[in-house]
């Protein structure tokens, strides 16, 4: 049975086979909008940088995001808070600090792909078993 939607069965189709498989990987719209909505939230630089810096430097608070992505202090914080909202951040006191850290699902797996071909291997990170520069190796 071919999922042609009702409205489209006079439609010319030249392959149902392939419009059948279509329609059925498109059912879900609900999944369909939550998604382009986060491809939309990562395609602008500043927010990509963002979560790019908290995924590999590990949770950062708001001062220290601003001077590793180049935004001021309230810039870095109006993008969490759209970050939050979409559920790709969430923030946790740190005693009088407020540090954010990338959530898990969607964002990160796209993240990691991002991270292929724009982050640098050549620089081992802190964050990741790398030292400071005044420690031993």
Do not use: F, W
Request: hydrophobic share 45%; charged share 20%; glycine share 8%.
């Amino acid at each position: 049975m071919h999922k042609v939607p009702e409205a489209l069965s006079g439609a010319r189709v030249i392959d149902p086979d392939q419009v059948c498989d279509a329609v059925a990987v498109l059912s879900d719209g609900v999944k369909v909008a939550e998604t382009a909505t986060v491809l939309d939230v990562l395609g602008e630089a500043n927010r990509l940088s963002i979560l790019l810096a908290l995924q590999h430097a590990g949770d950062l608070c708001v001062s220290d995001l601003a001077v590793a992505v180049g935004m001021s202090d309230s810039a870095v914080s109006h993008a969490l808070r759209l970050l939050r909202a979409h559920g790709m951040v969430t923030a946790h006191r740190q005693g009088r600090l407020v540090r954010y850290r990338l959530t898990d699902g969607l964002p990160r797996r796209l993240l990691e792909v991002v991270s292929d071909v724009v982050v640098s291997t050549d620089t081992p990170l802190h964050a990741h078993g790398g030292s400071d520069a005044g420690e031993p190796a």
